[in-house]
């Protein structure tokens, strides 16, 4: 296996936990989790009561306003979600039929197709963070949707790299 599909699949395997992370909340959604780590450390009998109820309602809140990849409903992102699981599948079967010991193939194959998934993704990505799900003005970006341009980066980067050098290495077997 090559360094490129190393980072690829390094690359994947990160895309894959931040796709679970949140990407997107609401101006409501981040007030309530303010809320609820101020009420995070109730002190007092009675008084830990109603911090404990206005801290369950405050997560409740807050969970249902904040969206992850998974979770967001748009048509856009359900292609957004396809494109990035493509990305993923090819980067993890370049890196593991490359490791199994199979020989490079002349053209793209699932390393050339992980690298250009992989760019579509990042594209999109960097979409839906200027184009923001819902009113722009009540619509926040959250962490994972900036992890996953660095994670499809990576997988961009290393597959393009390991193409570069799979490409080299069928030219310098035809060669006499």
Same mark, same amino acid.
């Given at each position: 296996?090559?360094?490129?599909?190393?980072?690829?699949?390094?690359?994947?395997?990160?895309?894959?936990?931040?796709?679970?992370?949140?990407?997107?909340?609401?101006?409501?959604?981040?007030?309530?989790?303010?809320?609820?780590?101020?009420?995070?450390?109730?002190?007092?009998?009675?008084?830990?009561?109603?911090?404990?109820?206005?801290?369950?309602?405050?997560?409740?809140?807050?969970?249902?306003?904040?969206?992850?990849?998974?979770?967001?409903?748009?048509?856009?992102?359900?292609?957004?979600?396809?494109?990035?699981?493509? %990305?993923?599948?090819? =980067?993890?079967?370049? /890196? !593991?039929?490359? &490791?199994?010991?199979?020989?490079?193939?002349? +053209? *793209?194959?699932?390393?050339?197709? %992980?690298?250009?998934? =992989?760019?579509?993704? /990042? !594209?999109?990505? &960097?979409?839906?963070?200027?184009?923001?799900? +819902? *009113?722009?003005?009540?619509?926040?970006?959250?962490?994972? =949707?900036?992890?996953?341009?660095?994670?499809? &980066?990576?997988?961009?980067?290393?597959?393009?790299?390991?193409?570069?050098?799979?490409?080299?290495?069928?030219?310098?077997?035809?060669?006499?």
């Amino acid at each position: 296996m090559r360094l490129g599909h190393a980072i690829a699949l390094v690359g994947a395997m990160a895309l894959l936990l931040v796709m679970a992370m949140d990407w997107y909340s609401s101006a409501q959604g981040d007030e309530a989790r303010r809320i609820e780590s101020i009420t995070d450390n109730p002190s007092g009998a009675e008084a830990g009561e109603v911090d404990r109820r206005l801290n369950e309602e405050a997560r409740f809140v807050a969970e249902g306003e904040e969206k992850n990849a998974w979770q967001a409903d748009r048509l856009i992102d359900r292609i957004l979600l396809v494109v990035l699981l493509a %990305a993923i599948v090819l =980067a993890v079967l370049a /890196a !593991v039929t490359r &490791a199994a010991g199979a020989k490079p193939t002349k +053209g *793209l194959g699932p390393t050339g197709l %992980a690298a250009l998934f =992989a760019t579509a993704g /990042a !594209v999109l990505v &960097a979409y839906r963070i200027i184009q923001e799900p +819902g *009113l722009d003005d009540a619509t926040n970006v959250k962490a994972g =949707a900036l992890l996953a341009l660095i994670a499809l &980066a990576m997988i961009a980067l290393g597959s393009a790299y390991a193409l570069r050098a799979d490409d080299k290495e069928v030219a310098d077997a035809g060669a006499p």
